[in-house]
């Protein structure tokens, strides 16, 4: 009988790493599709709904705000 892969609870902190920067660039994808699209359209609603999970998700797995979210303080 094969052993089953024991599965963890958490992602380690390198395969957080990769999904905020996979999640990073889906939404840096996403921003040339909002700016073409009218702003009541349903599509353009999905796809802010579909950015709003990417921000979510970085939120839950790294505990940090997505990059595309941080203010932007120069000085």
């Keep these: 009988m094969t052993k089953r ?3 963890k609870p958490e992602l380690t ?23 073409d699209l009218k702003p009541q ?3 353009y609603n999905a796809v ?3 950015s709003d999970a990417l ?3 970085i939120r839950k797995v790294s505990g940090d705000e997505p990059k595309w ?7």
Excluded at 16 to 30: E, G, N, R, S, Y
């Design 5 to 7: 892969h024991k599965r």
């Design 13 to 35: 902190s390198a395969q957080i790493d990769d999904l905020v920067a996979w999640t990073t660039d889906m939404h840096k994808d996403l921003v040339p599709l909002l700016c």
């Design 41 to 43: 359209s349903a599509h």
């Design 48 to 50: 802010v709904d579909l």
């Design 55 to 57: 921000a979510r998700t």
């Design 69 to 75: 979210m941080q203010p932007r303080i120069s000085r």
